[in-house]
Structure formats: C-alpha cells, structure tokens
C-alpha cells in the first residue's frame, strides 16, 4: 500500500452560518407598522348583548349594569311572594274586596282593634263603632284606621284645650271689665245676674259661642244684661242677693208659699196678663232657694 493512500483522510467541511443584517429601510418599516396599530376601544355594556334584547325598553331604561343587576335581584326576590293586582275603574266590588283582604283589613268591622284613650273627649262606643263601619267599607287595614282615629282624638283633645283657653280668657276680661264699672257692687251684681240666668235661660243656650268665640254666658253685656233685669224683680221684692233678702227678712218660701197659694191670684188663673210673669217669679224664687 503506498503512503499516498496512508496519508489519505476525508476531511470534514465546516458548515458555515450567514448572519444577515436588518438594513435601515427594514427596520423603520417594522417600527411604522408596530406604532400604527389602532388601541382597543372598551365596548359599552348594552353592545355586548344582543340588539334584540338590547332595544328592549326594559333594558334601554338602564344606564349603568349595576342598575340592572339590582333591578333582577329585586325581581327574584318577589318570585313566589302573594302578588295583588291592582283594580281600576272597571274593576267590581268582589275584585276590591279580594285587595282589601289582601292588604290586612279585618274580615268584618267588629274584627278591628283600635284603642282610643283619652281623659279631655272621651269618645263612646257607638262613635267607635261608627267609624270601624265607614273603615270597613274603605278597605282600610287596622294600622290605618287607629292611625286616622288616633289622628282624630288628638285634633278633638287640640280644640278642647284651646277652647278651654278661650273661655278662661274671656272669662277673665269679662270680670275686669264689669269690676272697673261696678265696683263694690260686683259680687252682688254678678250674684243677682247669676240667679236670673239659670232660672231663664238652659245652661246649653248659654254655652253657645258667638262668632269671637266668647260664650254667651261670659259676655260682658250678657251678665250685665241679667243684673238689670235681677234689679228690677229686686224692686218687686221678688228676688235679690243673700244679704239684700236677710236685711228685708224676706224668705223664699214664704214668698213662694204667698204667691202659689193665693188661688185667685195669677199664678194659677191662666188668663191673667200676669201669669206667665209669676209663674216666672217663682220659678226664679225656687232657683234662689236651691242655690
């Protein structure tokens, strides 16, 4: 074998890599293209369901998502709840019955139990029982109708003390006034007019109010009204104050006795001009009597 052939080896060839090299124009293009992407618009919440449901009225109302989302949760809540379809104007008197019941009014008016205490107007039963019929036939529940009761008593008991207060003051004005012009006289005047009234007049009619709300009995003119006309019977000897009758020694029944005995007198002769006026008399002179 010859060194030719000894020395012969197979050489291996090295693989070689070719790096290639971005030029200037190729690298602005990449950067153009990156920097001209358009940025992602967040969509609204309405575009992201489908148009069908969101031109829906029910849905279109909405402005924020967590609106809806409360309104749904609030719509589950009722499911399975008693429901009351609200009646109209064509709707029968069963139908509204049927929503009354519903709403808690008592099956029948003697069901309500309403509590009315009060020391200033008290009211009775029957006005109680009144008003739990016209309650019944309203519909109303028992919360309602204690509250428009209870709203009823304090609106009397407001007028009650302020009519109190009125009387008082009028009272007291009175008083002043016929003390300034009567002077020493006043108790005795006011004694003499006191008689008067309650032999005529009913303690209803004096009660009344006049239009500034004085009642009669405490109007000045009234009172002083009854006193002239208790001087004028004292004329007659017929009634007068206490100490007036004790200085004449003059007694009430005896003076009654006289009159009411005296069968041919007035008293009892019904044709007589002055009947009435002695019948009066001793009416007035009983009063007296009685205190």
Aim: charged share 30%.
């Amino acid at each position: 074998m010859s060194n030719e052939q000894i020395t012969q080896t197979d050489v291996p060839v090295a693989e070689t890599t070719q790096t290639t090299t971005d030029t200037p124009q190729q690298t602005e293009q990449a950067v153009s293209s990156t920097t001209t992407e358009q940025p992602t618009v967040a969509k609204s919440w309405k575009e992201t369901i489908s148009e069908e449901f969101r031109n829906d009225p029910n849905i279109s109302k909405f402005t924020e998502i967590d609106a809806l989302a409360k309104s749904y949760i609030n719509a589950t809540r009722m499911i399975g709840q008693d429901k009351v379809a609200v009646p109209n104007e064509n709707s029968t008197e069963d139908q509204w019955n049927e929503v009354y019941g519903k709403l808690g009014r008592p099956e029948s008016p003697d069901k309500y139990k309403l509590e009315v205490k009060s020391d200033v107007v008290p009211l009775d039963e029957g006005a109680v029982k009144s008003f739990a019929d016209n309650a019944h036939k309203l519909g109303l529940n028992n919360k309602q109708a204690q509250g428009i009761l209870e709203y009823y008593k304090n609106s009397m008991e407001g007028s009650a003390q302020q009519a109190r207060v009125n009387t008082e003051t009028a009272q007291a004005n009175a008083e002043a006034e016929l003390r300034k012009e009567w002077g020493r006289s006043y108790e005795d005047n006011i004694k003499k007019a006191g008689a008067v009234a309650k032999a005529n007049m009913s303690g209803d009619i004096l009660n009344l109010e006049l239009k500034d709300g004085t009642r009669i009995g405490d109007h000045p003119d009234v009172i002083k009204g009854f006193a002239n006309i208790a001087n004028l019977l004292s004329e007659d000897k017929l009634i007068g104050t206490e100490s007036e009758n004790v200085d004449r020694g003059t007694d009430y029944e005896a003076e009654i006795s006289k009159i009411v005995n005296d069968r041919d007198g007035p008293y009892w002769n019904k044709g007589h001009p002055d009947h009435d006026k002695v019948v009066q008399q001793v009416f007035t002179l009983r009063t007296m009597l009685n205190g």
